[in-house]
Structures are given as structure tokens and as C-alpha cells.
């Protein structure tokens, strides 16, 4: 069945560090893909989305490139900032069927 | 701005207690969901609903019901409760179609405590 692989948090990194976040998947045909993130307190909201090979999506500064020949859609920011620090979920989805999360990474952004 | 209320924040109930779970959403969301989120799990499909009345099973529906009468409102309803139902719970919508089923707007979760 369907998947969804990140990378086992969490993640620590000084203001302005570069960031990845790495996340595979395993589908059959062609999902789309996400990054939903979630700050303290706060339920989930969608960062950054790809529908097709080759996209990239982005938003506040994060992108990530949907690799189908990898089976890839790493998250990265060049400079994070201390407002950044959240959980951060890739997932996926395919026609009829509901989102399938990744396990969540946690970002710690420390000034 | 889409708006997913859940009725309650916390939660602490005593095992085999019975527990409604309340959300609502006031966009006209076709679609609405319940996911459970523990630590190192991530989130897990509860139960879906496509439409009113409709229910679904997702990928960990046992020990769960849900309720869908109206649109707008989707409950999660654990009937005995059990230590292992401590986590919490998330609500969500989306508007897209079953073929995209894309982008959701989540509630900001009840935590739910089972001594």
C-alpha cells in the first residue's frame, strides 16, 4: 500500500542554519504530495503542495521538488528562523483516498 | 478564513466512560475526517465521511463510531473508553473532490487524557 517515509526527528539547528528535511513514498501511479506543518498549540495547515513530477512547491521561504525517479520530496530552507520551529509532515495522496501523514519531524530553531 | 472548531480542548474521562468527540466546520466542506496523533505515530485515518450520513472507515477505526446528521458537523464517538484512546485527536476538512481529496483544514485538536 501506500506510504510515506521521513526522516526521525528531531532536528536542531541555530537561527539562520540551512535546513532538509528528507521524505520518501511509495505509491503506485502518480500522487501529489505535501508538507503540512504544525506549531505549537495549533492543528495542521498545508506549507507547500506538488501535483506532478518535476514540480517544485513553495511557500515562506521552504520548497520542495516532487522526484519521482527518487521517489522523493525533501523539504529545505536556506535560513531558518526561531518562528519556524514546529512539527513538519509530508504526505500523500492519490485519487479516492484520504491523505496518508508521514510520522513528523520536529524542528527546534534556537537563536 | 476556513474555521474547524472542536468543542473541547481537554479532556479527561475514567476508563469506560463514553466520550463524543464534537467538530464543525463552516466552509460547507464536503469532506471531513477524525486522525489520532501520538508521539513517534504521527497521524492515523480514524474514520472519513464524504458526505451526510456517509461514514468510512480509515486505517484504525476500532474502538471508534462516528456520526455525520449534517454537514457541517462530524462526532467521534468512543463508546468505553480505554487507556490506550489517551492521544489527540484531530479534525479536519476539505472541500475538494474525491479525486484530489487535497488540501485539509485541520481544528486545533482536543487532547483526551483515559485514566
Known amino acids: 500500500g501506500n506510504s510515506v517515509t521521513q526522516m526521525e526527528g528531531p532536528v536542531t539547528l541555530s537561527e539562520e542554519a540551512f535546513l532538509t528535511i528528507n521524505c520518501t513514498y511509495t505509491?503506485?501511479?502518480?500522487?501529489?504530495l505535501f508538507w503540512y506543518v504544525q506549531y505549537p498549540g495549533e492543528g495542521l495547515q498545508l506549507l507547500l503542495k506538488a501535483t506532478k513530477a518535476d514540480d517544485k512547491g513553495s511557500n515562506k521561504g521552504f520548497e520542495a521538488t516532487y522526484r519521482k525517479e527518487t521517489t522523493s520530496f525533501h523539504l529545505e530552507k536556506g535560513s531558518v528562523q526561531v518562528s519556524d520551529s514546529a512539527v513538519y509532515f509530508c504526505?500523500?495522496?492519490?485519487?479516492?483516498?484520504?491523505?496518508?501523514f508521514g510520522k513528523g519531524t520536529t524542528l527546534s530553531v534556537s537563536s | 478564513d476556513v474555521k474547524v472548531t472542536q468543542s473541547s480542548r481537554y479532556l479527561v474521562k475514567r476508563t469506560g466512560e463514553k466520550v463524543f468527540l464534537e467538530c464543525v466546520q463552516d466552509?460547507?466542506?464536503?469532506?471531513m475526517f477524525w486522525y489520532r496523533q501520538d508521539p513517534g505515530l504521527g497521524l492515523r485515518l480514524i474514520y472519513f465521511s464524504y458526505d451526510v450520513k456517509m461514514k468510512e472507515k480509515g486505517d484504525i477505526p476500532e474502538g471508534y463510531s462516528v456520526s455525520r446528521e449534517k454537514k457541517e458537523r462530524f462526532s467521534l464517538i468512543l463508546e468505553s473508553t480505554s487507556t490506550n484512546q489517551t492521544s489527540m485527536y484531530l479534525c479536519?476538512?476539505?472541500?475538494?473532490?474525491?479525486?484530489?481529496?487535497?488540501?485539509?483544514?485541520f481544528g486545533s485538536g482536543t487532547q483526551l487524557s483515559v485514566l
Open positions: 504526505a500523500l495522496s492519490q485519487a479516492g483516498t484520504a491523505l496518508i
Open positions: 505509491a503506485t501511479g502518480y500522487p501529489s
Open positions: 479536519a476538512s476539505s472541500r475538494d473532490s474525491v479525486a484530489t481529496n487535497e488540501k485539509l483544514f
Open positions: 466552509m460547507d466542506h464536503e469532506n
